[in-house]
């Protein structure tokens, strides 16, 4: 079992910077495959970045290409999105998931855990 916790959201203005935090209880994170996603209101949920066991490989979705970054820290247990240069499209709930794979993830469905989302609200 894997359960997750994410940290960090808030209200900003548009070009400004937040890091999410997404830290995993169990012994096993090194075991998982890490990714965020997110959801506005009245839009389905769709898949933002994710990273590999050991933090080699990283996949991102076009929309956030060159402005955000997943890391992870496995001594830490935890999970980073750091977010630049914000949007106000990028304004959504947003979740983090563990897959327990070897590769990088992007189906949602292929994850096994999610957290309970934190609120970002990019404002223009």
């Known amino acids: 079992q894997v359960q997750l916790v994410e940290s960090g959201g808030g209200l900003v203005q548009a070009g400004d910077s937040l890091r999410l935090s997404c830290a995993a209880s169990g012994r096993t994170f090194s075991s998982y495959a890490m990714g965020w996603f997110r959801q506005a209101p009245g839009k389905e949920r769709e898949f933002v970045a994710a990273?590999?066991?050991?933090?080699?490989?990283?996949y991102y979705a076009d929309s956030v290409k060159g402005r955000f970054t997943i890391s992870r820290d496995n001594a830490k247990k935890t999970v980073y999105l750091q977010m630049n240069s914000l949007k106000p499209e990028d304004t959504a709930v947003y979740y983090c998931?563990?897959?327990?794979?070897?590769?990088?993830?992007?189906?949602?469905?292929?994850?096994?855990?999610w957290g309970q989302g934190t609120q970002v609200t990019v404002s223009s």
């Open positions: 998931a563990a897959a327990y794979s070897d590769y990088v993830i992007r189906g949602a469905d292929e994850y096994d855990y």
């Open positions: 990273i590999n066991w050991s933090g080699g490989n990283t």
